[in-house]
């Protein structure tokens, strides 16, 4: 099994499913409600784990019923969790999340998640050892995300960062990238142009290795110094699509530690991502291996 560490977020997830979502100053009655672990960290560790790698994550979590829940699932997962810091007197981070039609919209309270500091994470700098590939988003803040690319790069990891959410980058951090996954919106938010092209050009240029967009139901666009292309996805029946780009680039970053192509890879991700969405919630909509391969042989 490849080795990937993943420097990020957990959250417990409060999920409402509504008919549609409320405009501003409504009150609605919604359908069901539930929670579920959840965290762009937390989701895109759990996708390494389940499809098949040995994940390790580095991230906080505070001092109550929520981060003691947490913990619990990430260790069930199989996930390496000695990298986890329990923060007294701060809550965990949790997420309110509205599932309408498929769709979602999301508000983050980070909590303990704000307080990863570049210190805890060289602090494991032995957990980036003999690691393939070390993934980061932006839920947690960017000194320790730029703390965790350098410590990968040090270590021969290949470095893979979700922009997600999206907050301006310095030049220094891009540069650590070699793999930057951002969504259409976060590809044009850092680029500053919504023309996909140059914004590829642009961030490769910066010094970025690969950029690798994700488009929903259109599949993924990768783009590197010597190949790009487009990656459709296979049709299926959308549930939630919450975690669905977690999935796609956890299932990235397994595939490329095991040495595969970047269009190989991107194509094992979104198969893995569609199959997310088939579900309802983030964590827990994680496809297993055996999954994600029988859809593929289908495709
Ligand atoms: O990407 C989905 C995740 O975003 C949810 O699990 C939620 O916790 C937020 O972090």
Redesign the pocket.
Known sequence: MKKIVVVG?I???LIMETPRLPALGETLLGGPFST????????QSAACARLGAEAVHIGRLGDDLFGRQLLEVLKDEGIDTSGIAVTPDRSS???Q?CVAGGDNS?I?APGANALLSARDVRDHRDLFREARAALFQL?VPLEAVTEGLRLARSEGALTILNP?PWRPLPDETLALVDVFVPNAIELSQCAMTANREKAFEKLLETGVGAVVMTAGSDGAYFASSHRSGHVPAPSVNVVDS?????TFTGALAVSLAEGHQLQEAVRFGVHAGALACTRL???PAIPRRDEVEALLARS
Do not use: F, Q, R
């Not at 579920?36 to 989701?43: D, E, S």
């Open positions: 977020s959250n417990m997830d579920a672990p959840g965290g762009k960290g937390a989701n981070g949790v997420a999340i999301i983050v839920e997600a919450t975690g669905a780009g977690d919630g983030a964590l």
